[in-house]
Nanobody, 121 residues
Framework: VQLQASGGGLVQAGGSLRLSCAGS????????MGWFRQAPGKEREFVAA???????RYADSVKDRFTISRDNVKNTVYLQMNSLKPKDTAVYYC????????????????WGQGTLVTVSS
């Protein structure tokens, strides 16, 4: 599976962005999909996940602000980010895998190249 993330950019605090992650392959729908982010000087962290069966999970820091969704016909997973805060500034990565724990990055096999989100105050 090859993943291509897009949609990042510069936005003011309180604004919104939608990230997309387009995947290749006919078995996209069988993969669990996750979004992770890495802020400058920090380790990469879990943001949101959408299992192949439809279960979603969110980090506490983004719950009620971010929404993950997927379109298996288009082989794409989305991350709608609302009420953005400066602390959301990071490079956002999408990942795919057949995982047991959707919040654990080491369980994912495939990664996109990352897209930068910058939130100004």
């Amino acid at each position: 599976v090859q993943l291509q993330a897009s949609g990042g950019g510069l936005v003011q605090a309180g604004g919104s962005l939608r990230l997309s992650c387009a995947g290749s392959g006919r078995t996209f729908g069988r993969y669990d999909m996750g979004w992770f982010r890495q802020a400058p000087g920090k380790e990469r962290e879990f943001v949101a996940a959408h299992s192949w069966s439809g279960i979603t999970r969110y980090a506490d820091s983004v719950k009620d602000r971010f929404t993950i969704s997927r379109d298996n016909v288009k082989n794409t997973v989305y991350l709608q980010m609302n009420s953005l805060k400066p602390k959301d500034t990071a490079v956002y990565y999408c990942a795919a895998g057949q995982v047991r724990h959707t919040t654990l990055e080491h369980e994912y096999d495939y990664w996109g190249q990352g897209t930068l989100v910058t939130v100004s105050s």
